[in-house]
């Protein structure tokens, strides 16, 4: 069936660091998505990407459909940024999801 | 804007016990999704509805029934609770854009 593969699992920052955060997927995709996890569970939608290249305030997603992956680009880390990022790929009505990553920044 | 609401937000359950999960939107969005989270993995979609009264199952529907009786509610029933079972539980509709929207989760323990 069709995986998403995340990586890295975790990462640890000091603030002010970049972060870059992968998704690849085994089957071609139709659309993909990423969200934050915040620490309490929910899920807030960051990019809807199917291809290219989105950037919202210090977060940058690529994705390029033909290499089957995406990456989230996270510049000048705060300590808020810290939690999970999920990437999920979407294919008719089914969404598969990654296993996560992640994400804690300290000062 | 429009909200997920998902009822009740921590629910405790004892072994064997029959347990509802309720999901409401009011985006109008015709597909509605139920999926879980174990602690430190990734979303497993149990079941899926494309329009009022049609139900899909996913990969993790076995334990599970759902009811969509009205384009704006998804159920899920958990048949019989698992001991030691705890999981997160996130309802989702999708809009004609293909983005999901989540609601703010519901969390099971069983005792």
């Known amino acids: 069936g069709q995986q998403v593969q995340q990586s890295p699992a975790s990462l640890v920052l000091q603030e002010g660091e970049n972060a870059e955060l992968q998704c690849n997927f085994s089957?071609?995709?139709?659309?993909m998505q990423w969200f934050y996890q915040r620490p309490e569970g929910s899920l807030v939608s960051l990019f809807y990407?199917?291809?290219g290249t989105k950037q919202s305030g210090r977060l940058t997603s690529t994705t390029v459909i033909k290499e089957r992956r995406s990456s989230l680009h996270i510049s000048s880390s705060q300590i808020t940024d810290s939690g999970t990022y999920l990437c999920?790929?979407?294919?008719?009505?089914?969404?598969?999801f990654g296993a996560g990553t992640r994400l804690k920044v300290i000062a | 804007g429009g909200i997920i609401t998902q009822t009740p937000k921590f629910l405790i359950g004892q072994e064997g016990q029959k347990l509802t999960l309720k999901c409401q939107q009011n985006?109008?969005?015709?597909?509605m999704y139920w999926y879980r989270q174990d602690s430190g993995k990734g979303l497993r979609l149990i079941y899926y509805?494309?329009?009022?009264?049609?139900?899909q199952k996913g990969d993790l529907s076995e334990g599970y029934d759902a009811s969509r009786e009205k384009k704006s509610s998804f159920s899920l029933t958990v048949t019989s609770a698992q001991k030691n079972e705890m999981a997160v539980f996130l309802c989702?509709?999708?809009?004609?854009?293909?983005?999901?929207?989540f609601g703010h989760g519901t969390k099971l323990s069983v005792l």
């Open positions: 509805s494309i329009t009022e009264n049609d139900l």
């Open positions: 985006f109008n969005h015709d597909t």
């Open positions: 999920a790929m979407a294919g008719n009505y089914k969404y598969v």
């Open positions: 089957t071609s995709l139709n659309s």
């Open positions: 990407n199917p291809s």
């Open positions: 989702a509709s999708r809009d004609r854009g293909e983005r999901l929207f």
